[in-house]
């Protein structure tokens, strides 16, 4: 039986039931969770004691729901993995300042480290149902601390819709789901500020409630509003927009040995490619020297092919939001529309194709990057695609 479900043969049945940790707790021994016990919280917020302490709280808490147990299963297994993992963050990034103790950008560290383990450890890459399962679990987690947070933001109808577009590429992931692991996340803290992080719970959800998003991504006009709608822009959601852009400049994503120069060559042989393999080789420069270099003759042949208005590929890794949004940003203000295609293979087949490369990784560089990657979210472009090869 795989890892998904596995998981869901231990998860109990009804909120009388215990939850069988000498059960679930092997399942993600690879993981940081047991790591999680003595790392220390600052009191008058974690009354309960150190990060273990509270993470069985939040599950037991997440076990009383009705709501919880009303979901689909795989959606149940998710959420239970997500309260499980969603402050294994901690463990690197706790640290003593000014006396007490913090744990400063914990649950975007704790997606990351969560997606390393589901991937490897438990086999959850390579295929759309483990895509599907292993993203929901890592975006509940990014997110678990956004519902006490949402009223706070400059924009919180925008950023609800903006957050329940990862639902497009996640179809289980929604504000639903969050709001339950932010609820039991709350209940399960011994603080005085419970009663009153509880009502800003709820003010989430009714405020992604009235947004229309908060059991899926908002039903835009199409896919140019969308992306004006999402990238902050001013506009109406429900209107059409003015679409000035000349031609789609398709951007890739993927670790390497992924297959992308496949899939170009299948799929978009004739259009000019920017390569960063092609431009290293020909200036002999390995991937593991300074790319200042390759970055700015890659930009340069960009740029010739936007100022022409041609259709073009931007062939590199692009594993992390920043080193894409750069090349988005670029695109976009030459007027070209921005496709992102996101390949993942299963892990075997990565370090095999990426061993017969010939400008191989080394594992352990490879090992690295994995780390670092996070899949493109709706938001990133007018078009994302996950395809797994």
Known sequence: MDWIGMLGDCLPAAPSEEI??????????????????????DPLFHGEGDVMAHTRLVCRELNGMRAYHALAPLQKAALFAAAVLHDMGKVKTTRLEDGRWTSPHHASVGSRMARVFLWQACGLCGSPENQRFRETVCALIRHHMLPVRLMEQDAPEQK?????????????????????????????????????????????RLLAEEARCLYGPYPFYDACVRRACLAGRNVSPD?????????????????????????IARNVPDLP?????????????APTEAQGAVIQAAQEKARELLRKKRPFVWNATNITREMRQRQV?????????????????????QLERNAGRAGEVPAQALEKMLEKTVPPATDEARTVEWLCV
């Open 329 to 349: 940003d670029l695109f976009e203000r030459y007027g070209a529309r921005v496709r992102i295609v996101y390949l993942e293979a299963p892990w075997a087949v």
């Open 273 to 285: 490619m920017v390569s960063l393999d092609e431009i290293r080789r020909a200036m002999k420069i």
């Open 20 to 41: 069988a940790w000498d059960k679930i707790a092997p399942l993600f021994a690879a993981s940081r969770f047991s790591d999680t016990e003595g790392v220390p919280q």
């Open 160 to 204: 609800a819709r903006q957050v329940a577009a990862l639902g497009d590429m996640v179809p289980d992931f929604s504000w639903h789901l969050l709001g339950l692991l932010a609820e039991a996340d709350v209940r399960g803290r011994v603080a005085d500020d419970v009663r009153d992080a509880l009502t800003k719970v709820e003010l989430a």
């Open 239 to 263: 209107q059409p927009l003015y679409d000035g852009t000349w031609g789609e400049v398709i951007l890739m994503a993927g670790l390497p040995g992924t297959g992308k120069d496949t899939w």
